[in-house]
């Protein structure tokens, strides 16, 4: 994925002031930044459910989107869920969110009805159904939100199997936990990404964002 000059505001207060990123194959990159500061937006412009007042996007493969707050209905289980993706995406099969549900340890939950789940399992789920199809550019904003130590730790293991398979990995935070995990850090600040030691992040061709 290669982004370049994006720019947004909502109305008078800008959120993002000239973003530049470069997200090659085979990389797990993490973006901080405090609450507010933009990262949402930020995701949702790469995924392209927004629009950037200026600026591109480009990327090669398909993509997983795993947003903040979980999108599911409550009246499904989880196995109608799959189900209801495998048919959006044009899947054969179920083997891969299969395995992602075993990864990440809730596969008995399989036929429970999501309303009843914890926060917990709802987004483990919510994560299943971004990457239950294999997409080559993963864009996850706050993917471990209400995860116990083991399932924290089980999807590192996982971002790093991603990672290790030639897949883009994009973790977005308010925190930079285990960022020795990562293979590139920056943090969203006053509309613009700066690698984490301070310095302002660069682009391949030089240019400081």
Known sequence: MQVRGLYHAYR????LRGIDLDLPRGVLAGIVGENGAGKSTLLKILSGELRPDRGVVAHRGGFGYCPQDVVLNDAL???????????????????RAEEIMVALRFAEFADTRTGILSGGTRQKLNLTLALMHDPQVLLLDEPYQGFDWDTYQRFWDLAAQLRDAGRSV??????AYDSERLDQLYRLD???LHAH???PAHTQEGAAV
């Open 77 to 95: 289980t989880v196995r109608q869920h799959l189900e209801f993706f495998k048919a959006a995406y044009g899947l054969a099969d179920l083997q």
């Open 170 to 175: 994009l973790v977005v935070s308010h925190l």
């Open 190 to 192: 006053a509309g613009r």
């Open 12 to 15: 008078r207060r800008a959120v």
């Open 197 to 199: 030691d301070g310095a």
